[in-house]
Every structure is written in structure tokens, then in C-alpha cells.
């Protein structure tokens, strides 16, 4: 046998020596699924739904008004914002939530283009997630920037002088990579650029230290990893250096320096109050509060070594038992993120079938089954029964089901 | 005694009398509460718990990602946005639902800018809600235009040639005056200027006909008269005539034309749908999707009938018992909205006083008591016990107290 053996028995061992295999039990699984769809929506938080009933029934039923102060619900987004920056590296003061992650690209990239006004030049990625492209492509239009796109591991052929900004997300979402945010950023800076890292990908499952690597603007969703919910709020990072001068396009009236002054004219508040816009959407938020109670005394080094662990297991499976299958996703472990991306010509109808049999992963046009590795809630024997069934998918042939083929889903 | 004679027994009869009172009971009402902020946060519909547990455990919790397709979360933001315009008069196919309404108003202001480029002047009122007014400064100076403020009354003196827009509020948050929509955007079209009306203080509560009166535009929130619960998403309306060259700014994935091909370019989706930008904070848009279910046989004429009945017994009160207290809010019916605002030097004072007793209004600066009247839940003797307890208040001087002069409440 191998060093890296790949049966059940192993699996269940994995799962015996997990230092945080009992994190599974702060989240309410549904039955008979395997759901390796976390890096999409993570599962849901047994804490949640009684916590969304008290903000429901209590805090706006009873309540009503009166909860901005006697609830929290004034200081909550920044409150939100710093706990979610616990998880990416962020001291406190620098993250607000709020938002969508499409939203919160236009701020920063807005703020940054105006903090760098000489150069006049936006690169990101262009296999970069669409928002990301699609948002830059509005800001380089509205503020008459050229827009370049380049794959991360190449931006050192297109950093120039007139360079004003560097977008990237942290993880490619459709191959998984991890890229080298410490030495990318580094690369930025020493071209006079600044760095913006999208962290949707990354966020609870990879690690970041956006205070370490001198980052200057990030971005996140936190319905992924963080498991906050569907369309939980995102969020921006703005490090203190950039605060005073970060000029925001957003200027909704919780921004304001004295918002219930009423001014008419915008000031913005100082610190990271700036960056919020108008009323956040409260139940959503309060429903990410709760979720992220999951975090609170969890190490992320082991979160990370677990994780890897499950990808590793997921690569060597494969290298074993499914010739036709191509491991996209990078095997040296610094260079993956919290999922496995693979190749197959019937990707679309393999996921399909998975689904049928309660293992769901995603689909990623034109030929990539993906499937997304939440360590906090799945188990080992559970990423090995799920290869399992797609050993069986591939060697019955089953995708060739014309009920698998069909496409009408919308995710 | 005169006509409008103010006592309990009339505001008991106007209560049998009141076509729509059994639609207070599809509302939870906190006890020993008279709630009259529901101009800044509708109470709580009975249906909504049950609807929000729904969608956080079976929703999010057991079907998860499947819910994007077997749960319609992704038409959920065109769905609930056609139930809003039903209550606002536009027909399907015309409102999108999702972010705050400062966003939604970055989207309208600059897709009206884009629609009349060769103008470079947006008039906005002068004392119209501050984020209104600070979105235009921060749109006028990325897309350089000239920003000019006036009363939405005196609109007629500025438009001009080079007037693009004139973006106003339907109602004005201070004095509860309610704008001659029809009027105003007939001068505004004539002028050859686009309009664009915020409704986040008359849906659901004023009259308002997006299609017959032509807006070019129209934004709004749902957590005030429509009761769709704290920060519940606001929404946009672009009218059909326009859909095809609305150029909107934020161009997040939803927005796109074919979004799971996952292009590197953006092509803006036809319709409406091109008025999404990213994920939708879906918790809160599914409360306010149950919430919604309240107007779906309720004729607004009855609702407004009653709204301004309630306000006249507010006016009508004051006049009789309150010498000292200016009604600021105009007699005349057609100008009213929901809201009924008294001038008083200790307003501050007086609406801590009210709190202390379970009257709940809010105070806006420098000396206003802003009282809202939700006609849904409110009854009749509800707002004349207000009223009495305001009276209360002045009469024996209770805003003299130190703990409510005392500034310490962030709403």
C-alpha cells in the first residue's frame, strides 16, 4: 500500500484524531446528504434559528424602534465587521459589514483609485469571479481608468508605473488555487500600487492576515465559509493608514460623521464608520452574528490542517481510482483553497447525478465538478463516501442519464 | 360642539365605523405600547415568525443550495419586487427588490444621468432625507454634473436646459408634506428633465401611481408603512420604456444577461432583471416577502381614507387642546401624508416623556415631534390616547425632567 492510503478505514481514523471533529455538532445537517457545497452556502448553525426568532418576535415584534439603541443594532455591523475581521486577520476598527460583496468591490475600488489618483491603471484577474471583473469594469469606466486582466501568478508582467491597483481574489473559485497573497501584495507595493484582495473564497477556511501582508482593501462575502446564511451580508476592510483619506462613492447617512444631525451635506464619520452606507438588512445580520459564535474559540491553524487533510484525501482518492478524472485544483498544499476542482467531459451530469444520490457539489462551466470542503462540519468518512459515489457515477455510466443531462438548474 | 368634535367617544365610533379595522389583527402589537413610529419601522405581521423559521431551518438549514432553484430564492427579488409595485402603481415586470435605498439611488441617479447626457444639472430638495441628498453630491462629482437643491414647490424656478434630473422625495420626512407627484413630474418632463421619486415615506400608506404619472424612475425602502421588517431591502423601479438603455452602475453577477455562464464581461440582463446587483440578503427579503401578504386584498383607497382621517383627529386635537404646539404638517388633506409633525421648543423632551409612557414616536431636529400613523394597526382611540398623554406631558411640564432632556438615544 501507499503512504497515503485511501480506504474507509483510514477515513474513519482521520475522524478519530480530529481535534475539531466535535465542531460538527454546532451545526444542524440535513439527512442522508453528503453537501460538499459550503464554498457556495455554508450549512447552518444550530444556534441560528433561535437567535433569528429573538430578532424577529423580541427585537422588532416588541421592541420595534427602540432596538437601534437598546438592542444594538447601531453598532452591530461594525460589531459583525470586527469578529469577521478576527477570522481574516483584521485588529478591530477595520471591517464593516454590510452589504453584498458586489457592492462592497465598488466601494474599495472607488476608494482606492482615489487614494492613488496619479496612475490610472486597475488590473485583476481575468479568471477572476465575474463580480469582481464586472465591477471593475464599471469603476475603470466611471472614473476613466484602464482596465487590464491578467492571472494572479503574472502580474509582475504588467506592473507598471501607471498602476494605480491590483484586484485579486484570494481564491480562484473555479480551480481552487490559493494564491501567495503575502508576496503578491508584496509585489504590488513595490510597484506603487495597492493591493485589493476579495477573500469571498478564503474567508473561514484558508488562511489570511490581511494586518500581515499589508493589505490595502478587502472585500468578502460571508455566506461561504462563514456559514452567516443566504446572502449574509458582506463586508470591506479598510486599514487604519487608509481611513482618514478613504473617499467612499456610497455616502448613504449612517456614513456620516453626525447622521442624526441630518446635515445636508455629507461629512464622513471617521475610522471605519465610513464605511458603512444605509440601513443594513437586520435579520440577515443578526442571523450572521449568531453563526459566527461557531468561530469563537476555534484555531484556525487546525481549521486549515484539516482541511488540507480533507483536499489531500480527495486528490490521492482520485489518483487512485479514477483515471479519467483531472485534479485541477494545485497538489502542493500552500497553493489550495477549501476545495477540489474536477475535470471531467460530463462534469454538468456528474453533479447531477451526485446530487440524486444526496452528495451535492457544484457545477462550473464547461467541465468542472467542484466540491467544496467545509472542515468545520464534515467528517472524513463523509468526503470518502461521497468519492465513493463518484466512483460509481463514472464507472456505471450513470451521468448519461438523460435526467442528469438536462440542464435547468440555475446555480 | 364642532364638527370635528375630539373626544373618545368619536374616535370609538370612527373605529366601528373603519372599513379595514379587522386588519390590525394580522399584526403582533407589543402591549401597553401606542406605536406611532411606523414611519420609521413597521410593526411586525403575525405571519412573518412562522415564515423567517421556515426559510432559516427548512430553507437554508435542510435544502440549502437546492433552494436557489426548488425554493425560487432566485426570483425572489423580482417576485417581491412586483408585490411593491403593486402597492405603488407600477406594473410587473418594473421593480427589482434588494440593498438599502441609498444604493438603489446611486443605480437610479446615475442610469437617469446616462439617459440624458448632454444636461449636466441634478436638482434635488434642499430639505429632502440626507442620504438622497448625499448619493446626488457623490453622483454629480463622479459623473460631473452640477447639483442643485430647492424645495421640491419650487421646482419650476431652476429647471431648465440643462436640468437632467430632478430626484425628490413623495413625502417630506420633516414636515409629512406630501408632494404634488403628477404635477411636479408633468413640469419636469416638460422641461425636458428625467424624474426620479423616492418613496421610502408614502408606500403603503399615500397614494402613489409610478405608470400613470410617468416617473422615470423611482426608488424606496419596505421597512416603514410596508412593514417589511429592520433594514428589510429597498427597491428600484425603471419603467418599462426605459429598461433597454438603463445603464446601471453597479454590475454585479445578477445583473448579467446569462449569469451561470460566468462571462469575464458584462452584458446587462434584459428587463428588470438587470436592476439586480449580487446576492440578496435573503433572509431578510423572505420576511418581508411574508410581510407583503397584508396588502394583498387591502383596497389602498380605504388605506388612505383612514390614514387621513387619522391625521385630521391629530390636527384637529392640537388645535382644540395644544396652543403652544404648531401643527406643521399642511391642512390640507391632498398635502398629507402618514406622518403628523408638531413644533414644540422641548420636542427632544416631550418625545422621551412619550416613551416613558409607551407612546412611541421620534423626534427629528431642532424642534420637531414626528408622530407616524400606520392606518393598518393603529386604531382610532389609539391615536387619541396618544394624543392625550401628549397632552399630559406638556400640561404638567414632564419634559422638564433631567432623564428625558438628557440626549442619549442614536434614533
Redesign the interface.
Known sequence: MPDRAVDRHSAEQLDRDDPIAQVRERF?L?DK?I?L?GN??G??PTA??AA??D???R???????????DNG??TLPGRVGDRIGAVVGAAPGQVMCG?????QL?QAL?ALARLNPQRRTIVTD??G???D???A??VAR??DLRLL?IRPDAVDTVLGEDTAIVALGAVDYRTGELWDAPGLTRQIHDAGALALWDLAHSAGVAPFDLDAIGADAAVG?S?KYLNG??????WIYLPHRHQADADL??????A?RT????????TPAEGIERAR?????????L?LDSALDVFDDLPMADVRAKSLAMTQLVIDYVDANLPDVEVVTPREPARRGGQVSLRHPAAYAIVQAL?ARGV?G?F??PDLVRLGFAPLYLRFVDVYDALEGLRDVIATRAYDDPAFTRR????
Do not use: K
Not at 427585537?59 to 437601534?68: A, K, N, V
Not at 446564511?229 to 458582506?234: M, V
Not at 435547468?408 to 446555480?411: D, F, H, L
Open positions: 444542524a440535513p446528504v453537501y457545497d457556495s452556502l450549512a447552518l441560528v434559528p433569528v426568532a430578532a424577529v418576535t427585537q422588532w415584534g416588541t421592541d420595534l424602534i427602540r432596538s437601534w439603541n443594532w447601531w452589504d453584498s460583496t458586489s457592492v465598488f472607488v481575468g479568471s469571479f465575474p463580480t471583473q464586472y465591477i469594469e464599471s466611471m472614473l486582466r462575502c455566506y446564511g443566504p446572502g449574509a451580508p458582506a462613492p456610497l455616502t448613504g447617512w449612517h456620516h447622521p442624526f444631525d441630518l446635515d445636508d451635506s455629507f452606507i444605509g440601513t443594513p438588512n437586520l435579520l440577515s445580520m442571523a446530487i451535492i457544484d462550473r462551466a435547468n438548474t440555475v446555480t
